[in-house]
Each structure stands twice: as structure tokens, then as C-alpha cells.
């Protein structure tokens, strides 16, 4: 579990850089961070799914991916729009 915390703190940390990235250098930051977040996200279901391991596993690593990305992403976006508006 301690892993899965840390991981998940690193990959919020980078979603954190590429928002701040991309309100200095695009005009739609909040849109372009929403596609570029999902995008990364939906390719970081890939790997769990062709692990190979049974059912329960896969799930269970498709909601430790889904679950922090369902609470940063709408997060940072709600931020980043409110700081272009």
C-alpha cells in the first residue's frame, strides 16, 4: 500500500508540473490539460491489462489508476479554469 501512495503522489506531482506548464504556455490551458490528462491516463490502462494476471488483480489495478484520476484531473481542471477566468 505504501507504494501505491508514493506512486500516486509522484504521478499527482507531474500532473501538477504539466498544469502549471501548460497555464503559462497555452491559451486553453484547462482544456489542453483535461486531453492531455485523460489521454495519459486511458494509456496508463494499457500495461494492467496486458499484465496477464487474473480478474480480481487487473481490476484492482484499473481502480488504483482510475481512482486518483478521478480526483486530480477534475481538481487541476476546475483550477485552471478558474485562474483564466
Same mark, same amino acid.
Given at each position: 500500500?505504501?507504494?501505491?501512495?508514493? @506512486?500516486?503522489?509522484?504521478? =499527482?506531482?507531474?500532473?501538477?508540473?504539466?498544469?502549471? $506548464? &501548460? #497555464?503559462? *504556455?497555452?491559451?486553453? /490551458? !484547462?482544456?489542453?490539460?483535461?486531453?492531455?490528462?485523460?489521454?495519459?491516463?486511458?494509456?496508463?490502462? @494499457?500495461?494492467?491489462?496486458? =499484465?496477464?494476471?487474473?480478474?480480481?488483480?487487473?481490476? $484492482? &489495478? #484499473?481502480? *488504483?489508476?482510475?481512482? /486518483? !484520476?478521478?480526483?486530480?484531473?477534475?481538481?487541476?481542471?476546475?483550477?485552471?479554469?478558474?485562474?483564466?477566468?
Amino acid at each position: 500500500m505504501a507504494g501505491f501512495a508514493v @506512486v500516486s503522489g509522484f504521478f =499527482s506531482v507531474v500532473g501538477v508540473v504539466i498544469a502549471v $506548464a &501548460l #497555464l503559462r *504556455l497555452s491559451a486553453r /490551458p !484547462a482544456e489542453r490539460f483535461g486531453w492531455t490528462a485523460v489521454s495519459l491516463t486511458a494509456i496508463s490502462l @494499457v500495461p494492467p491489462l496486458l =499484465s496477464g494476471a487474473d480478474t480480481a488483480t487487473i481490476t $484492482a &489495478l #484499473l481502480l *488504483l489508476h482510475l481512482v /486518483p !484520476a478521478a480526483v486530480m484531473i477534475p481538481t487541476l481542471t476546475r483550477s485552471l479554469r478558474a485562474r483564466t477566468d
